[in-house]
């Protein structure tokens, strides 16, 4: 078989075809930063360099895909939230002072418009650069930082909504989160517009880590979904990412419509193959601590062979489980991109799935 572009490659998997190897996009805009000689905080505001550190490093490791991504701060700073920048690490919203005093201040604010307001423009300015640049071969994810959920936590505060959802009335509840839900999808339909090969949220507060699957599905999934029917008519995938321990969650996130669920470290790609639509593609979920930060190469492609095995590299997408940080270990991200020609040929895929 003809080896494919990184492009090709991801779009067959995407397609439930058999690629010449597992695709591999780490979640690697701080590690691609720190590549290309700068501090995520000194970039954030400055497309040319933040397209030119995912250049820089996806050309000198050789992965299949670039996540734009900068911080979980941008559509919220465009809603109006207080934002602290920080030269050597992300920005992020001052929960300490929360936009909002009340849930039912939601209609006060002003729902922002990609093209203009905040710093939305410089992420549609990133994903522009980078299809322009190597859009033609290497696949590019275009980021719509926060779903419905966790925007609402950030414009709230998220010690006030967790409150709010206990002693709050359901529909003020709700009528925020159908706020939030049009403010992400015009987000992310610009990303499409601007020329990304799909899109994706960031719905981190909606984590079994911090409110019970219950509540997942009363407050978060429905939502997810919304996004989701919002942009199935472009045509192109959506994607979800759940950070922490999503195990008992995964099912209803198969069921969200989302063609890509992006699962952290902590989840059982095996489980979780079984448990979602074997049309939805899995990307994960190496831990970004340890092996990929704190472990050897040894490790790291010990875990990335668990991984494709445990799933048989149906519907797979290599990557780290959540954001990988600057200080990765770089052997540790060759021996992650290394792990796919090692591990997940398309001879190995298929005695994997005979």
Known sequence: MAEMTSLERVQAVLAGQMPDRVPVIPQGFMFSAKTAGYDIGAINRNPAKMAESHR??????????????????????????????????????????????????????KMPDPLKDGRICEWLETVERLKAAIGDHVFIMGRADQGPFSLLCL???????????????????????????????????????????????????????????????????PYEQKVVENVRHTGMPYSVHICGDTNRIVPLMGQTGAR?????????????????????????NLNPSDPLCLGTPDQVRQQAKDIIEATRGKGLILSSGCAMGANTKPENMEAMVASARLYGTREQLEALQA
């Not at 936009?99 to 209609?107: A, G, S």
């Not at 890509?260 to 059982?268: M, Q």
């Open 56 to 109: 820089i490093s996806q050309e000198k490791y050789g992965y299949d895909g670039c996540v734009v991504d900068v911080d979980d701060a941008t559509l919220a700073e465009a809603c109006g939230a207080k934002v602290i920048f920080r030269e050597q690490d992300v920005a992020s919203v001052d929960e300490h002072h929360p936009v909002l005093e009340d849930l039912r201040e939601i209609d006060d604010l």
């Open 155 to 221: 414009l709230r505060g998220t010690q006030e909504f967790m409150v709010d959802l206990l002693t709050e009335d359901e529909e003020v509840i709700r009528h925020a989160l159908e706020w939030t839900t049009e403010a992400h999808t015009r987000f992310a339909l610009a990303q499409l517009k601007a020329g990304a090969h799909a899109t994706s949220m960031g719905d981190a507060y909606a984590s079994p880590n911090l409110v019970s699957p219950d509540m997942y599905r009363d407050f978060a999934f």
């Open 260 to 284: 890509i669920l992006e699962v952290d470290w902590k989840v059982d790609m095996g489980a979780a193959r079984k448990a979602v639509p074997e049309d939805v593609v899995l990307m994960g």
